[in-house]
């Protein structure tokens, strides 16, 4: 009788403790970093103070059907090559797009704007010392009054020539840094236009 009120005992216990294993709700949502689909970049610059127009120099995701267009400006085969002069202050504004069907080119700038807290942009300056980027006056800003970069103002000094990599930052740790890793997140993209301050 004893050894039947054991093993009554141990089946009850394993069932309580598959039925408690089994049951077990994660309270906790898995993250889903749903990656935007950017298959063009586009910088309009400004120089202050001048009459001419703006000029607009596109990236294209080499992965796009038709390329890179011939009337993009300052575009080859070694990628997009932005011109500025030396002691000169411009007016930039980054934009960002999914261009995968021509028929329907979707601005991602909307999206990142409506979602201010969730994305950042950061432009890195690579081996460039002639060139400084502040975030403009009417920058669009996120909840707490950080500004995300889409407009921004580069001032140039001496003459110089490097980088300026541009990333979209999804779900940033930090709105502010001085490298890509001080801000965490996830990058949506990086491009790199090349610099030539003449």
């Not at 009337?71 to 411009?90: F, I, K, P």
């Not at 909307?110 to 002639?130: M, N, R, S, T, W």
């Amino acid at each position: 009788m004893f050894k039947k009120y054991l093993l009554n005992a141990f089946v009850l216990l394993c069932a309580f403790l598959l039925t408690i294993s089994c049951s077990k709700d994660n309270d906790t949502p898995e993250h889903i970093h749903e990656e935007e689909l950017i298959t063009r970049v586009t910088l309009k610059i400004k120089k202050q103070g001048s009459a001419d127009a703006a000029v607009t120099y596109t990236w294209n995701d080499d992965h796009e059907e038709e390329g890179h267009s011939e009337e993009e400006e300052g575009h080859d085969e070694d990628g997009v090559h932005v011109e500025l002069e030396a002691n000169s202050t411009y007016e930039v504004e980054v934009g960002f797009f999914n261009a995968s069907d021509p028929a329907d080119i979707e601005d991602i700038t909307e999206e990142v704007k409506a979602e201010a807290d969730e994305h950042q942009v950061f432009l890195e300056l690579i081996e460039i010392q002639g060139l400084s980027i502040v975030a403009a006056a009417n920058d669009s800003t996120d909840s707490n009054g950080n500004p995300l970069f889409l407009k921004s103002v580069w001032t140039t000094t001496a003459v110089s020539a490097g980088e300026v990599r541009v990333y979209l930052i999804h779900e940033p740790t930090a709105k502010s840094g001085s490298t890509r890793n001080d801000f965490g997140g996830e990058t949506d993209v990086k491009v790199d236009f090349h610099v030539d301050v003449e």
